[in-house]
């Protein structure tokens, strides 16, 4: 039983001086074995874990993390959330995952601060908008919010943008999706790590996966640092090591791993409100509740496994934010990071089962595979349940690259955060 | 007199500069040499800012970069920066700065609150509330982002510039203390190119700050010797008030230099800062340590200082920083401060110590100098409004977790006091030894992290290595400079100087230290008192208590769930105690715990230093072509096409741009127009494989094109997708000219080196890129032979000599020209290549003796237009990626006898679907309406949205020639549904109804372009 955060329960613990706060979640030993093996403790495997638990009374799991649990890319990413992508296929599996984000607070009762401030796309020229309109389009007849502002409604909605962006990259216009916003992304984490725990899934923290045991085609288990874990199903999670997870198994995946990073700035008083995006000048911003501004950069050219990211990409970004933003020329960097992101050549993920039997994979997020967590792990769950996939997942089977069913998000949106 | 607490005499400060300057609207005055803080300090100004959570008054802690409280924002309007720590901004005349996060001021500020509140608002209290009702959720966070934020945005564009540099040298050091300059005199002694990088204003580092001696004499004067020495030799480069902010993969550093900030007058032509990009062959971290505070309760009252800056406030600015000052310690180097302290005439209430047998050089001067020690002894509590005012101070326990005598006031004596000098030993500055991927290593002894195996070509000198003492940190200094020297190939310094090996002085360090990292009070923690961990962010001990007890167990979650080190600081004085105590609390040993990463920069970097100068214009490369200043005379309206600028179209007085556009297209269509082509891209292709390339390159074959042919090819990425598409000439045996789309040059250039390079390098070809090279004039329209024939005597023109796809050499305007026959428009077209530098009077050439033909500049507009009413498609405008050219209809252009990319990928099952997108043309059922590009299409249409789409229209035009719409629309199996309806719903509601058709409306056969 999870013991429910409320307003009264943190009143009622005040007085005890929250000496009396169970765990969030256990650390439990691993079992011998385990109906369903999760590898990868980001926010995808634990929403695996959770729906498995919720939407199909599959309980009997453990998921099994590296070093400590949020500590990939879901804690590193910058929290843009939306669902305005071109395809239909994309545009269903990020607006189911959308709505459930719009109630995911109160479902998980660990308060995920997803704030619907909007999500601004800009244009600079005349091709960006005829591909904003496209997308705004289909947007709305897929029923996903999309509409277009003029230069004067974005001044208007963002006092502190220079529409002119300095003379080289004037706005010409943007799209907004309203129920676009940020989140808080270890709450993500946190929110799913707890609501699983108290489901009774097993939550294993520093137990890097070495290998898997597939006999005759058919997994078995994993191999762990903490000796071997059985399973009857196994499910990958892994994002920017998914690769290294598909070599491991004998398989080979079309996804290429790069450096993604992003930066902070000091915190300052609110100054920003929506989250603004610009893929022809590589930059997106927005303010964190702490009043940091949150900026995402683009990706290194080269692939590679070193969190950080180079300079390059750091001065490129900053220069594009400083033409849009010139008031925020004087602000300052304060931290700079990089995760892996694990891109196809699509720029679209993949969801579904791999050429082993009772081996599941999911990867293949990249740049912007925060936003769909709730509605991958709903997914992931069901086809690890039912071992086949859900009609929202179907289209991004492995499979798609031999048959070149492909939804490529590269043309709309090169930078799909 | 102001500056009540300025020392008569000493530091290093001017007193015959008198500089003034105001807090919050008060007028003060202070002295050159002073940092705004110590300005403050000797004003008597303690309480500069408000807490981030509970909005707690806080004063300055520290006299360094380490600062988390003194945080003010400087000046006002659009050169106003926020979160600027006090103690390291140069004080200059007439400055002005106001304290950050409080309201309605800093004295009476309504955010306290917060402070009574607090003990609903433990660490991670937002995760566990505000959810309810959800729709509220908007509001509460509104409150959150208001009350959060420390500083503001400036409130307009920044009138300053900044500019970047790149350096290379042989050895960088990292930091001017006397391990430093040691570093630094020895690698140069070498003739090695040094770089020595300090971020204050003054070299000395520690020194500036301690009354200490060298070869006998004081410190300061061996500082001014090294100073001079360094200046002298050549190949020394020494960067102050220049931050090492960032250490990369092989030697690469990212240094700020702050250029004009200490200024009162800023030389226009200086930036304000620079950015150094350096890459060093060995680099010497001297970068020093920075002092712990202890985690005591109440420790958080302005007047409460590290010890080792009330001792640089005394020494180096001259500053009393309180009159009754009550030291806390747990180890021998608080007592050099105390002396120091008591030398300034500050009474020494006491010094209390956590060691029940204090001992040491330091504390064995005290004790003789008759400073009452309390040994065994804590501070368990503090007072005080705006200024701490007593503290309360009681034996504690042999194990230190408690105090002897248990709760009550009854054990614990109070003292008076107005200032309490805290020291809980040193962490070595290991951030950029981090950064860079070295090893850190706890050292138990120390009681610090330290540098471990080094990742890069790294060297240590001094305290961030763990040697504290003087002595050592010059002699480590000599050591890793040579090292580093040799390491970089130089010999042995010839030269004898006066300084090249480590002169005397004292080695004291701040050994022996007890290591009680949670110091006991009399009540139970987190019930009364406030033991703070990070005090930007309002961590306290009970937090990480209850994040530890929530399960929050990684040191990484700790830190996220209570924000401890996550503020401007980032954790400089917090984050060991914050391991300690995690590592206590959990019963594991500290090392188990481990450290967060140290990520750059060191302190915050301004954003406009990344730019530099690539701002506004810069931003990015513009380019315009050698025709572009006619444009611009002749009312051009422009259009960006990836960096360059093209003439969108050419209005006349107060003709629109439809108006413009149709007299453009009629005229191509009926007499002649010309257009400024030069930005497509070209690549020059030579080498003997040239043709087999191609091949593998382009869809179509290349073997039998003649010399002196062109030909159409298009490019497929490896999926098999479209990817770019042009005219390739064959201007030689071995010898092509290709162009590409304006947009796609940089990649196709890409493209095809990449298969060169890596795929296959046996095949003997050369690319050159011409782009820039050539500029190019299109003549199109039935009188374009005319015309040219009038401007050329060499070259026939003839249907024969020169048929389409022909291609001839020659003098065109009397300037040596290639002209290729090919056309976009579908009329006949001749594109004439000249040397660039003649683009402008071939343009000027052809407009004069084209005259009497009427002809006609156009712009991409009346191209698009042109090209579309012929079915021809743009790359990136029909296509996005994910379009064959089977779904273009141009099977017709994909060779059965060769292979070429992405020829596998089109045999994919998926590829051959029928119901896949196909290029189509579309008539809107009311000739008047012009679709919108970008509108999606549906077969039928709903009341409102989901609706089934079908395709959507890629371009679309009125025409003058048809005198009607069209578009052409990428439609689920298109070619199949010819005549059929399909609708538009538009945004604002309007539908509109469309018949599919051909993609070609104009002169199906080609007849005109012929001819
Ligand atoms: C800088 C940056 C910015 C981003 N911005 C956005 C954004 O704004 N919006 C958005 O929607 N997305 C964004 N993303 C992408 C997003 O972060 C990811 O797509 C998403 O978080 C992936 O979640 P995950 O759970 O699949 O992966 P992760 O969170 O990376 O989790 C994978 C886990 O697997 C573990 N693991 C790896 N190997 C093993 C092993 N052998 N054994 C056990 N465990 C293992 C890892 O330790 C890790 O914890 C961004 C990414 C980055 C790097």
Known sequence: ?417 | MTQRFRLPEGGLIDRAKPLGFRFDGTRYQGYAGDSLASALLANGVHLVGRSFKYHRPRGIFSAGAEEPNALVQLGAGARSDANMRATQVDLVDGLTAASQNCWPSLGFDLGAINNQLSRFLPAGFYYKTFMWPAALWMRYEWVIRHAAGMGKVPDARDPDHYDKTYAHCDVLVAGAGPAGLAAALAASETGARVILAEQDGELGGALLGLDETIDGAPARDWVAAARAELEARESVTILTRTTVYGYFDHNFLGLLERVTDHLAEKPARLPRHRLWKLRAKQVVLATGAIERPLVFSDNDRPGIMLAGACQAYVNRYAVKPGSKAVVFTNNDGAYGAALDLAAAGIEIAAIVDLRPDPEGPATERAEAAGLPVLAGHAIIGTRGDQRVDQVRIARISADGASIVGGAGEGAAQTIDCDLVAVSGGWSPTVHLFSQSRGKIRFDAELGCFLPGDAAQATHLAGACNGAFGLASCLQTGFEAGAQAAKAAGLKPGKRRRKIQKAPEASDDGFLPARWTWLVPSDRPLGQGGKHFVDLQNDVTAADLKLALREGYRSVEHVKRYTTTGMGTDQGKTGNVNAIAIIAETQGRPIPEVGVTTFRPPYTAVTFGAFAGRDIEDLLDATRRTPIHAWHQRNGAVFEDVGQWKRPWYYPKASESMHDAVNREVKAVRSSLGVVDATTLGKIDIQGKDAAEFLNRMYTNAWSKLEVGKCRYGLMLGEDGMVMDDGVTARLGEHHYLMTTTTGNAAPVFGHLEEFLQTEWPELEVRLTSVTEQFATVSLAGPNARRLLAELTQDIELSANALPHMGLARGRVAGIPARVFRVSFTGEMSFEINVRASYGLALWQAVMTAGEKYDITPYGTEAMHVLRAEKGFIIVGQETDGSVTPLDLGMDWILSKNKDFIGKRSLTRPDMLKPDRKQLVGLLTEDPAEVLPEGAQLVETVLAKPPMVMVGHVSSSYHSPNLERSFALAMIKGGRGKMGQRVFAPLQGGKTLACTITGPVFLDPEGERLRG
């Open chain 1, 1 to 417: 039983m999870m013991a429910r955060y409320s307003i009264f329960s943190l009143a009622r613990n005040a007085l005890s001086y929250h000496q009396d706060w169970p765990a969030a979640w256990r650390d439990p030993a691993p079992k011998p074995s385990y109906q369903v093996v999760i590898i990868g403790g980001g926010g995808h495997g634990l929403a695996t874990a959770y729906y498995l638990a919720k939407e199909h009374g599959i309980t009997d799991v453990a998921v099994i993390e590296r070093g400590w649990l949020g500590g990939g890319n879901t804690g590193r990413n910058t929290t843009v959330v939306r669902s305005n992508y071109l395809w239909d296929e994309s545009a269903a599996l990020y607006d189911f995952a959308l709505k459930i984000w719009e109630g995911l607070s109160q479902e998980l009762n660990f308060n995920v601060m997803f704030s619907q401030r909007g999500v601004v796309n800009l244009a600079h020229n005349q091709h960006d908008l005829r591909e904003l309109s496209r997308r705004i389009n289909a947007n709305r007849l897929n029923g996903v919010d999309s509409e277009f502002l003029t230069p004067a409604e974005i001044k208007r909605m963002i006092p502190i943008i220079d529409v002119r962006a300095g003379g080289r990259y004037p706005v010409l216009g943007a799209s907004l999706q309203r129920r676009g916003g940020t989140a808080r992304h270890d709450a993500l984490a946190w929110g799913y790590a707890r609501a699983a725990d108290a489901r009774g899934v097993d939550i294993i923290q520093e137990c890097p996966v070495e290998g898997f045991r597939i006999e005759n085609g058919r997994v078995l288990g994993v191999e762990t640092a903490k000796g071997f874990i059985g399973a009857a199903k196994v499910a990958i999670a892994v994002a920017g090591h998914s690769s290294v997870m598909a070599t491991l198994a004998g398989f080979r995946m079309p996804v290429t791993s790069v450096p993604l990073q992003a930066l902070v700035s000091e915190p300052v008083k609110p100054a920003l409100d929506t989250v603004v995006m610009s893929n022809a000048i590589h930059a997106y911003i927005s303010q964190s509740d702490k009043g940091e501004f949150v900026i995402g950069a683009g990706a290194d050219k080269y692939v590679g496994y070193g969190q950080r990211g180079s300079l390059p990409v750091t001065e490129e970004t900053l220069a594009a934010v400083c033409e849009l933003f010139p008031s925020l020329r004087r602000m300052r960097m304060m931290r700079q990071w990089g995760g892996i992101v694990d891109t196809c050549p699509d720029a679209s993920p993949i969801l579904g089962k791999t050429p082993i039997d009772g081996l599941y994979i999911n990867c293949g997020w990249g740049t912007g595979g925060f936003k769909s967590t709730p509605g991958a792990g709903w997914v992931y769950a069901y086809t690890i349940a039912k071992d086949e996939p859900h009609e929202l997942n179907a289209p991004f089977s492995l499979d798609r690259f031999r048959t070149g069913y492909l939804v490529d998000e590269h043309g709309a949106a090169a930078v799909a955060h």
